[in-house]
Nanobody, 123 residues
Framework: QVQLVESGGGLVQPGGSLRLSCAAS????????MGWYRQAPGKERELVAR???????NYADSVKGRFTISRDNAKKTAYLQMSSLKPEDTAVYYC?????????????????WGQGTLVTVSS
């Protein structure tokens, strides 16, 4: 069973920094896309940043220049370095991987979500 485990959320003051991590475990052949989404209270879930296997990235306009996504393929882990945090960055952050799982009958592509980690930006 493929699982994603997130860590790194918490309370931070405006202007501060946090780094989120998301590690995958299970029978994984490859991870094509690693992404971070967030959902603030009363709002829909939105894409924050995404990185594909070749290293190309894209970011939401609201976080460009402040957040950096990276990946460690050997560790099957994605990171989100968040700097210059603002109160409007407060949300539950979810990692999302598009990966190829090794199943009993072969390989299959799946989209897997982490459990979410709360980031609160407040003084």
């Amino acid at each position: 069973q493929v699982q994603l485990v997130e860590s790194g959320g918490g309370l931070v003051q405006p202007g501060g920094s946090l780094r989120l991590s998301c590690a995958a475990s299970g029978s994984i052949f490859s991870i094509n896309v690693m992404g971070w989404y967030r959902q603030a209270p009363g709002k829909e879930r939105e894409l924050v940043a995404r990185i594909i296997s070749g290293g190309a990235t894209n970011y939401a306009d609201s976080v460009k220049g402040r957040f950096t996504i990276s990946r460690d393929n050997a560790k099957k882990t994605a990171y989100l370095q968040m700097s210059s945090l603002k109160p409007e960055d407060t949300a539950v952050y979810y990692c999302n991987f598009v990966l190829v799982e090794i199943g009993r009958v072969g390989y299959r592509e799946r989209e897997v979500w982490g459990q979410g980690t709360l980031v609160t930006v407040s003084s």
